[in-house]
């Protein structure tokens, strides 16, 4: 966010140079960064009231002769997102070098000048220099919420505080890394089906416009009457050839309008009850936000987390707006003196009894962090499974599909045919 506000201001603010500048604070350690001022006495004066000595400064020599496309684009660049692979790499890199005796600012260093991206190149560099001024690392963190969210602050918070920041950055890449390795999973078995219904549509639309005009033509000239289904195709097809240019746009239209809608305030809860019931997929989502849920409470309830803030966080993490009222009312339960196990046996059209059962006997036991932690392993390896037979799986139900598509247009077709074969 700091380097977002320095890019506006300047960008407002066009007449005053921006200066990149090498200082040494009262620890003696010596970091570079940029900041705006009229000139070099302002920018040393500034620094001097934070506590700093300027070593060298120069202006932005791009500052003053980039051109305004230029500047907008580099203004633009600063609002790009961070990958989940980006932060895996990240966190699990920051773990082994803390966990090697690296000092945090070095280890910070070190990943900064390897982060390919630029955008969370910047953002490194930024904690980094509020860690340099003395400022906890999650704290440092925290300004950067849309990138690190709630969890991931308050799980270096617990571990700045146990004094086990290594062990905590490990369990923070384990995490990212389920979440990475799932996405690619769900990915690679959605991409056979989606490639072959793209194909499938292309084929479909060029048939329609060059293919049916010739055959429409011909089974006209048979002088029988049409079928339905044959009437319906010649009619799309017409639609196809007058107005392609509107159906394309309305296309496009349509599935944007579609995802704003799913993304929506209104649109994702409906959605989120929707794809629960989807067969196949439904039981895959519980699957996947149950072992979402259990294994971020585990590790918040672990470091020593209160659960209703661990239920806070959870429900910032979790996708489905279900699963978030769920949490929601859990955390309200809890605060009337009730369990989480009677709570989930309640709901188990989205907790599976299982998870019930287990975090019963973690609450009569005193080890609900560890049994919630073995419900995630547990639905994890699960959701493993099913991801690699997915394509199996669908690979029938997508042939079904294009042998009705197929069977449908044939007959169509060759209906007519038959018919005035039949007249003769």
């Known amino acids: 966010m700091q380097k977002i506000i320095l890019r506006v201001v300047y960008y407002v603010h066009i007449h005053m140079p921006l200066y990149s500048y090498t200082a040494i604070n009262r620890a003696g350690k010596e970091f570079s960064s940029e900041k705006i001022a009229k000139d070099k006495e302002e920018l040393r004066n500034s620094l001097k009231e934070e506590g700093l000595l300027v070593v060298d400064a120069s202006e932005d020599v791009g500052t003053g002769t980039k051109d305004a496309w230029t500047r907008v684009t580099i203004w633009l660049e600063s609002f790009r997102g961070v990958s989940l692979f980006e932060r895996l790499v990240f966190t699990k890199n920051l773990s082994v070098m803390i966990h090697a005796g690296l000092p945090l600012t070095r280890a910070l260093s070190a990943i900064g000048e390897e982060t390919k991206s630029e955008n969370f190149r910047n953002v490194i560099t930024r904690v980094m220099e509020d860690v340099v001024k003395g400022k906890p690392f999650s704290e440092a963190l925290s300004q ?68 049916v005009p010739t055959l429409a033509q011909s089974l006209t000239d048979l002088n029988v009457e049409l079928p339905l289904s044959t009437r319906l195709i010649i009619g799309l097809s017409n639609v196809f050839v ?67 803030r661990a239920l806070e966080i959870a429900r910032d993490v979790v996708g489905s707006a279900r699963y978030k009222v769920s949490l929601e009312e859990l955390s309200k339960e809890i605060t009337q003196g009730k369990t989480m196990g009677s709570f989930f046996h309640a709901h188990s059209d989205l907790y599976d009894p299982l998870v019930a059962e287990m975090v019963s006997a973690g609450e009569e036991t ?53 018919s005035s074969l039949g007249s003769i």
């Open 144 to 211: 950067y919420n849309k990138i690190f969210g709630d969890f991931f602050v308050s799980m270096v918070q617990a571990g700045e505080a146990s004094g086990k920041l290594d062990r905590i950055m490990l369990l923070l890449a384990r995490q990212i890394k389920k979440d990475y390795d799932l996405r690619a999973r769900v990915r690679g078995a959605m991409l056979y089906p989606a490639i072959i219904l793209s194909i499938l549509f292309i084929i479909g639309v060029l048939m329609m416009i060059y293919v």
């Open 366 to 418: 005193g080890k609900t962090s560890e049994l919630l932690l073995d419900i995630a392993i547990f639905f994890e390896q699960d959701i493993t499974e099913t991801t690699k037979n997915l394509s199996s799986i669908i690979e029938p139900f997508l042939m079904v599909f294009i042998g009705g598509a197929v069977g449908f247009f044939a007959i169509s077709v060759m209906q007519p045919i038959y």
């Open 242 to 308: 007058e107005y392609a240019l509107f159906v394309f746009i309305g296309i496009a239209l349509f599935v944007f309008l579609s995802i704003r809608f799913i993304h929506s305030a209104f649109g994702k809860p409906l959605w989120d009850r929707f794809a629960l019931h989807i067969p196949l997929f439904g039981n895959l989502i519980r699957k996947m936000n149950v072992a979402r849920i259990t294994r971020v409470l585990s590790y918040l309830l672990a470091s020593g987390t209160p659960i209703i």
